[in-house]
């Protein structure tokens, strides 16, 4: 039983990607932070926090609705800070459970999710095809392809 303020797993649950594209809003999830942008975004070049739905319209004249000021792709480029990691990092702190899916996990500053998550208490859980090399961040290890081992992982939490 969950008292008011409580929220539900489901309400807990954020999903950092660093996919850009909607596919993970499209199956259904909530809670999502495209650490590397989204690729149905604009954002303005002088105001980060301006960002508005890519229509297929604009062009690189495209201004920003909100000031005027020139746009870009939301995206992160090579050598640009990932988008949310403030964010992401309050989340690690927070976390009863870090699981990571279908990943090499040597690429940063993701690769250093599961150790910062682990340093704060949380059990980390790896779902991937190929076991990781000594690795003392992680707990549990599940092989074999996302696809059959993700559906059968999330029923354990219904």
């Not at 070049?45 to 939301?74: I, Q, V, Y």
């Not at 059990?123 to 290890?141: G, Q, S």
Request: contains cysteine; negative net charge.
């Amino acid at each position: 039983m969950h008292s008011p303020n409580s929220r539900s797993a489901c309400d807990r649950f954020l999903l950092v990607t660093q996919n850009v594209d909607d596919l993970h809003e499209r199956a259904g999830s909530k809670r999502v932070l495209h650490m590397h942008g989204d690729l149905m975004k604009l954002r303005c070049m002088n105001h980060p926090d301006h960002e508005f739905m890519f229509k297929g319209e604009e062009t690189l004249e495209t201004k920003c609705p909100f000031c005027g000021a020139g746009t870009r792709p939301d995206i992160v480029f090579f050598e640009e800070v990932p988008l949310y990691m403030e964010m992401i990092q309050d989340a690690l702190r927070e976390c009863d459970e870090f699981v990571y899916i279908g990943t090499s996990s040597v690429v940063y500053p993701a690769a250093g999710f599961k150790n910062f998550a682990k340093r704060f208490g949380a059990k980390v859980t790896c779902l991937n095809l190929e076991i990781p090399a000594h690795d003392p961040d992680t707990d549990v290890f599940v092989q074999g392809k996302a696809t059959e081992i993700v559906p059968k992982w999330c029923e354990e939490f219904k």
